[in-house]
């Protein structure tokens, strides 16, 4: 028996402190709070994509000083969100660039708990069909 493709997808990330991951999530990222646990919240990314965030006290791993792990945010308004990542203070890791060989635009900054995240843009419609 094969069974169905998943339906959905949660990134779990764990925090020391789970108040800057809020401010980052639901406040400078505006993601929807969709589950609010007593040691974990879950913010909506897009339809089936969720990231939690998990107090490191209680959760499955415990908060890394340096996390190997990059979480990719695609957007259609690029610019607008190098402005919005740059003006809140957060360290621009590398700077907005575009790959021609990818055909994608994007720029890599550091998050709260040491996350490191990337803003992407697909250029390609055929990808931006499928990503965006």
């Not at 939690?52 to 957007?75: D, I, M």
């Amino acid at each position: 028996m094969n069974p169905k493709a998943p339906t959905s997808q949660i990134t779990f990330l764990y925090f020391t402190d789970m108040q800057p991951a809020d401010d980052f999530f639901s406040g400078l990222l505006g993601l929807e709070t969709v589950e609010e646990q007593s040691f974990a919240r879950i913010y909506r990314v897009s339809e089936g994509a969720f990231v939690g965030a998990v107090s490191g006290e209680r959760g499955f791993h415990r908060p890394q000083e340096k996390n190997a792990v990059l979480v990719t945010l695609l957007v259609n308004d690029i610019e607008v969100w190098f402005d919005k990542i740059s003006a809140a203070g957060l360290k621009i890791v590398r700077p907005l660039m575009e790959h021609k060989d990818i055909n994608i635009r994007c720029f890599f900054f550091e998050g709260p708990g040491g996350y490191s995240f990337e803003i992407q843009e697909f250029l390609d419609p055929r990808l931006r069909e499928i990503f965006h």
